[in-house]
């Protein structure tokens, strides 16, 4: 699994999200603080599909945008450059060979959060895509 986060994360590295939001990009959480844009991916389900003549990990990631920006051009942005990052493209993954990245669905919200300056609308949009890889 680090191979796969790996990956992921040099999928990231210098991509228009990355610089959508500073480079601020976390895995499981972000830090208490955060500026906001930012970027929070996790794992939320693997499921190994062996066969007979490979090992296949079919893995779920989320990808989580942030943004308390009061329009709606900060958050469609990142969700745009995100499609053009994985949407049907492949990761380079030591050890394995990605299969499939395909995005699940996405996921809408909006949160009151505390921030410094008081309280704020927060957009969260929650991707999920499905990374089918094999190993070796």
């Known amino acids: ?19 959508d ?8 959480e972000a ?35 942030f943004s308390i920006s009061a329009g709606a051009t900060e958050i469609t942005t990142m969700y745009s450059d995100l499609q053009t990052l994985l949407d049907r493209q492949t990761l ?5 060979v990605c299969v499939n990245l ?10 009151d959060i505390t921030t410094p300056a008081g309280t704020a609308s927060c957009k969260h949009w929650a991707a999920d895509y499905s990374v089918m890889y094999q190993t070796a």
């Open 1 to 19: 699994m680090n191979n796969l986060l790996a990956a992921i994360v040099d999928k990231f590295a210098n991509s228009a999200l990355y610089n």
């Open 21 to 28: 939001v500073g480079g601020r990009i976390y895995l499981d």
């Open 31 to 65: 830090p208490q603080g955060t500026e906001f844009p930012y970027v929070v991916f996790r794992i939320v389900a693997a499921t190994p599909e062996n066969t007979f003549k490979e090992d296949i990990e079919d893995v779920l990631i989320q990808i989580s945008l």
């Open 92 to 96: 380079t993954i030591t050890g394995g």
């Open 102 to 111: 395909l995005r699940q669905g996405l996921v809408t919200m909006i949160d």
